[in-house]
């Protein structure tokens, strides 16, 4: 006989409590362990978190950026039993203060982020590409960025009729992002993550 397991909702995943330092995803209505990246994956995140927030100051955008604090509720297989944890999230500041008396978790139905980044590992690489590809678009994210610290690439995905279409960068190529026009980032800049 075949047991098989209710998934956990949003609510069950929103309240878990296992009293460890493990982070979790939901997908598909099960728990899925964040695994730790490497150093060189945390330096990308605090060079492009910094750098992102330089830009939004410098234009004097009323937007914030916020690293690995915020999840975003996710379509998959024509359910809602999928939570996103991204790297970096850009959002208006009032949607941010509004998540300050809640769980942080935007959910369907609520105006997605403005940009996401993923930063890719070995154990997230398909996921990346692939999977969060559909799921962001679906959710109409206006702009996704894949860093691939693997590959030495920075693809930036841009949303058209409901599809990303994507642009890649390499070494001292400045990365072209519709959001920041004027950000003047190289691929090199962003691997090396020198803050």
Known sequence: MVTTLAP????NYIHYRNNTDTRYELV???LSPMSIGTGQHGEIIDYLNMQLRLEIERLQQDLIVKPMVIGLQSPRSHQWYTVRIPDLFI???HQWRELHTREAVIRAGEPAPLLVIEVVSETTR???YRTKRSEYSVLNIPEYWIVDPLEGQISILTLSDGWYDATKFVGDTVIDSPMFPDLHLTVSDVMQGDC
């Open 91 to 93: 959002l208006p500041r």
């Open 126 to 128: 398909s996921t990346d």
């Open 8 to 11: 956990i909702t949003l609510d």
């Open 28 to 30: 598909n209505g099960e």
